[in-house]
C-alpha cells in the first residue's frame, strides 16, 4: 500500500493525484458521497489529469472534454470516452488514506462495458 495523504487533506468532492515512478501511471484519488475511490489519472479519450476534474454523485468529469467516469468502476457514461480507465484499492486506516495500485499490465476488460 502506498500512503496517499492524511484523511482530513481529502474533503469530500476533493481530488489527490499521486505520482509512484516514472514507470507507472500517476492515480487520482476521490472522495464522494463520503466513500474512496482510485482510478488512473489519465483520461482514456485523450491525454487529460482526471483530478483536475469535477468530482459529483461518484462520477468525475474530465476537465478537457466533460467526459463522464464512474469513480466505482471507471466506465464511462458519455462520450467522448469510449473506454473505461483501471481503478485501484483505496483504503483508509490510522488517519491515512492509502492506495495499492492494480497489477502491472492488468487492464480493464472493454468487452465487459459493451
Not at 2 to 14: A, M, S
Not at 70 to 89: F, K, Y
Request: net charge negative.
Amino acid at each position: 500500500m502506498i500512503p496517499v495523504c492524511r484523511t482530513e487533506d481529502l474533503p469530500e468532492g476533493g481530488a489527490v493525484r499521486i505520482e509512484i515512478d516514472a514507470t507507472t501511471p500517476a492515480i487520482a484519488v476521490f472522495r464522494s458521497d463520503g466513500a474512496l475511490y482510485a482510478l488512473d489519472d489519465r483520461c482514456s479519450h485523450q491525454d487529460a489529469s482526471l483530478s483536475e476534474g469535477w468530482v459529483e454523485d461518484c462520477q468525475v468529469e474530465c476537465p478537457l472534454h466533460a467526459a463522464l467516469f464512474d469513480l466505482r468502476t471507471g466506465r464511462p457514461s458519455c462520450l467522448p470516452a469510449r473506454r473505461p480507465v483501471r481503478t485501484h484499492e483505496v483504503t483508509e486506516a490510522d488517519g491515512m488514506i492509502h492506495v495499492r495500485p492494480a497489477a502491472r499490465g492488468t487492464d480493464v476488460r472493454e468487452d465487459a462495458y459493451a
